[in-house]
Each structure stands twice: as structure tokens, then as C-alpha cells.
T-cell receptor
Framework: GAVVSQHPSRVICKSGTSVKIECRSL??????MFWYRQFPKQSLMLMAT?????????EQGVEKDKFLINHASLTLSTLTVTSAHPEDSSFYIC??????????????FGPGTRLTVL | GQNIDQPTEMTATEGAIVQINCTYQ??????LFWYQQHAGEAPTFLSY??LDGLEEKGRFSSFLSRSKGYSYLLLKELQMKDSASYLC??????????WGAGTKLIIKP
């Protein structure tokens, strides 16, 4: 099946620094990628929809100036958490949409990135 | 508003069968997904239903009734490795996934 990778898998940073997380579709081209955040014992929360070559669409309540998304190619989307604070500590998961001929698109998930802000 | 309900936690015995229910109220419907998520890992795809009925895939089966806004995931011959959270997600009219909070399944020997 389709493979999506994320890098890094874990990151620990100091408060006030910026962290970049990469999401790659390894064996298919994804015009649309999604960024999710998961809090403990809660469902995945969609943060933004990333479309190749255009600006990301952010969900209500997500600060676009704090969570910068760049989808520069059909296989790479990046999420940059700017000026990270301890409350940004979370599990960030990306997914890529794989178009299926004649059917609805299917999403494939990356392995996630665990961010810890000290 | 959009709402997806599934039980918070279920316990079952190794070798047995368990049914995890999911009810939904969404703006439009373009299919329902079930995902498995082990602690600390990203979700993995289990099944996709868009038409009414039962889809069987090995030990796992998924059922959908669009008129009732209801689905279930059936796991047979439970194994210890099936201990995980099971997420129900609906694709709404905008083709956005709406997620349930997940059902934590605990398998006991």
C-alpha cells in the first residue's frame, strides 16, 4: 500500500524555538495532505488541509501564523511550529490523500511526530 | 453539529468476538472508515464502507446502515495484539473526515 513518512519521529525543544516537521508520500503523489493533532485520550483533531501549490486551509481555532504549512511539491508537506510553548506539546500526525479511480479518496497516515516543548 | 459516538472502552477475552458500534450525525455522507491505533502510533486503515451491508476482511468485518446512521466493526478470534483503540470516522459532504473519540479495546487472556 501507499506509504507516508514523517520526520522527525520525536523532537524535544526549548520554549520559544521553532520546529519543522516533514511529511512525505513515498510512492505516490498527493495533491492534498492533512495535518492532525492528537491529545491524550482524545480523537484526532484536524488542524489544516494542505494543497500543493496553494495556501493551506486552517480549521477554526488553529493559528495559521503559529502553525506554518508549506506544500511545495506533490510528495512533501511541512508543518512548522513557530515559537513553540509547552502547551504545543502533542502528537502531530499527517496524512496524504490517495486518489482512487472511481471511488472516494483514501487517506494514508504518517507514523506521527511526538513534540515535547520544555 | 456533527457528531460521532462510540463507546469509550470495551473489554473482551482472547479468542472471542467483539462488536464495536459507531453512530453518526454528519452533514452529508461519503463513506465511513474504521482505523486501528496502537498507543503512541498513527492510525492504520482497517475498512471503508459507503454502501449498506457487511464487508468482510479476514478476522475483521464492518457493517453500515446509512438510514440508521450506524456502523459496527466486528473482530473475531481476538488476539492479544488486537488491544488498541478503534476509531470510527465519517467522510462528510465536503470530503472531510469527522472523527470519533475512539474505543479502547482491552483483550484479556
Amino acid at each position: 500500500g501507499a506509504v507516508v513518512s514523517q520526520h522527525p519521529s520525536r523532537v524535544i525543544c526549548k520554549s520559544g524555538t521553532s520546529v519543522k516537521i516533514e511529511c512525505r508520500s513515498l510512492d505516490f503523489q498527493a495533491t492534498t495532505m492533512f495535518w492532525y493533532r492528537q491529545f491524550p485520550k482524545q480523537s484526532l483533531m484536524l488542524m489544516a488541509t494542505s494543497n500543493e501549490g496553494s495556501k493551506a486551509t486552517y480549521e477554526q481555532g488553529v493559528e495559521k501564523d503559529k502553525f506554518l504549512i508549506n506544500h511545495a511539491s506533490l510528495t512533501l508537506s511541512t508543518l512548522t511550529v513557530t515559537s513553540a510553548h509547552p502547551e504545543d506539546s502533542s502528537f502531530y500526525i499527517c496524512s496524504a490523500k490517495l486518489p482512487l479511480a472511481g471511488e472516494v479518496d483514501e487517506q494514508f497516515f504518517g507514523p506521527g511526530t511526538r513534540l515535547t516543548v520544555l | 453539529g456533527q457528531n460521532i459516538d462510540q463507546p469509550t472502552e470495551m473489554t473482551a477475552t482472547e479468542g472471542a468476538i467483539v462488536q464495536i458500534n459507531c453512530t453518526y450525525q454528519t452533514s452529508g455522507f461519503n463513506g465511513l472508515f474504521w482505523y486501528q491505533q496502537h498507543a503512541g502510533e498513527a492510525p492504520t486503515f482497517l475498512s471503508y464502507n459507503v454502501l449498506d451491508g457487511l464487508e468482510e476482511k479476514g478476522r475483521f468485518s464492518s457493517f453500515l446502515s446509512r438510514s440508521k446512521g450506524y456502523s459496527y466493526l466486528l473482530l473475531k478470534e481476538l488476539q492479544m495484539k488486537d488491544s488498541a483503540s478503534y476509531l470510527c470516522a465519517v467522510l462528510d459532504s465536503n470530503y472531510q473526515l469527522i472523527w470519533g473519540a475512539g474505543t479502547k479495546l482491552i483483550i484479556k487472556p
